[in-house]
């Protein structure tokens, strides 16, 4: 069974910078697909970024293409979020997810897709 930790959540301003972590154990694989999802208050959870294994291919919703960046370490089982010019739009709790095969492009938006979730960071911005 996969455990996802995510780390790297504040309160910040808006135009601040923060790195999101995702640490994953168990068992782990790096043919894995893992994804950040955010879920605002009274929204619901939405996609933000995917990753393939070998970090060949990373998908952004269009929202945070221009600002965030998905990459990853599978040496050390870990995924990180970075998000520049934060606004206050990006208030939300961040979690990470994995799905233990490889997708096709267009399921790695699909939460539906991913079996293991980890609990989530909150993430705030406010001037």
């Known amino acids: 069974q996969v455990q996802l930790v995510e780390s790297g959540g504040g309160s910040v301003q808006p135009g601040d910078s923060l790195r999101l972590s995702c640490a994953a154990s168990?068992?782990?694989?790096?043919?894995?697909?893992m994804a950040w999802f955010r879920q605002a208050p009274g929204e619901d959870r939405k996609f933000v970024a995917a990753?393939?294994?070998?970090?060949?291919?990373?998908i952004l919703a269009p929202s945070v293409r221009d600002r965030f960046t998905i990459s990853r370490d599978n040496a050390k089982n870990m995924m990180y979020l970075e998000m520049n010019d934060l606004k206050p739009e990006d208030t939300a709790v961040y979690y990470c997810?994995?799905?233990?095969?490889?997708?096709?492009?267009?399921?790695?938006?699909?939460?539906?897709?991913?079996?293991?979730w980890g609990q989530g960071t909150q993430v705030t911005v406010s001037s």
């Open positions: 997810a994995e799905n233990p095969s490889a997708l096709a492009p267009p399921f790695m938006t699909n939460q539906a897709k991913y079996a293991h």
């Open positions: 990753i393939t294994g070998t970090s060949v291919m990373t």
């Open positions: 168990g068992r782990t694989y790096s043919t894995t697909v």
